[in-house]
């Protein structure tokens, strides 16, 4: 039986300015049976002259095991957004 939601992490938009590169994404949550994204976490990485990343956002992005819930981790931190039950 295929997963109800997927995991992805996404890369919005991408600026740069000589050699610094500042990219905007987010983790998008997925439902799977309607494409409809549900749930949002927002990531940042600012690559400064190309050799100082400095990334901010969730490590990781998963799914509750009883599927109801999005778990964003940072550090020992974690952050839950509800999931479509219907």
């Known amino acids: 039986m295929p997963e109800r939601f997927t995991v992805e992490k996404v890369a919005l938009r991408t600026e740069s300015e000589g050699p610094d590169y500042f990219t905007w994404g987010e983790f998008q949550v997925t439902d799977t049976a309607t494409g409809q994204v549900v749930a949002r976490f927002p990531w940042t990485l600012d690559e ?20 109801t ?17 219907d």
Request: hydrophobic fraction near 35%.
């Open 69 to 85: 819930a999005a778990i964003a981790t940072t550090g020992g931190d974690e952050v839950r957004i509800a999931l479509p039950t």
């Open 48 to 67: 400064t002259f190309l050799i100082s990343p400095n990334y901010s956002g969730p490590d990781d992005v998963r799914i509750s095991d009883d599927g």
